[in-house]
């Protein structure tokens, strides 16, 4: 059963960073695919930022420039960096991997909040 662990949310002022971790139980080469959606109370989860296993990536509009999404193939983690936040990125944020099945593998979420 292969596992996505996140950490990293939390309690963040507007315009400032936070950096979201997604560790894997295997080598992340075994998806085609990862990425971070998140999902706002009463609202629809959507997909935040994308990076395929060669390296392209993809990203919401409202986060571009902003967010980078990243892969260290050695420690098998994916990350989301998030700078100028604010306070419409509040949301709970979710790992997501995609196999070669395809079958879509989900973390538990990590809440992330940015209020002054």
């Known amino acids: 059963q292969v596992q996505l662990v996140e950490s990293g949310g939390g309690l963040v002022q507007p315009g400032g960073s936070l950096r979201l971790s997604c560790a894997a139980s295997?080598?992340?080469?075994?998806?085609?695919?990862m990425g971070w959606y998140r999902q706002a109370p009463g609202k629809p989860r959507e997909l935040v930022a994308g990076?395929?296993?060669?390296?392209?990536?993809n990203y919401e509009d409202s986060v571009k420039g902003r967010f980078t999404i990243s892969r260290d193939n050695v420690k098998n983690t994916v990350y989301l960096q998030m700078n100028s936040l604010k306070p419409e990125d509040t949301a709970v944020y979710y790992c997501?991997?995609?196999?070669?099945?395809?079958?879509?593998?989900w973390g538990q979420g990590t809440q992330v909040t940015v209020s002054s």
């Open positions: 997501n991997a995609l196999t070669r099945g395809p079958v879509d593998i």
């Open positions: 990076i395929t296993s060669g390296g392209s990536t």
């Open positions: 295997r080598s992340i080469f075994w998806f085609t695919r």
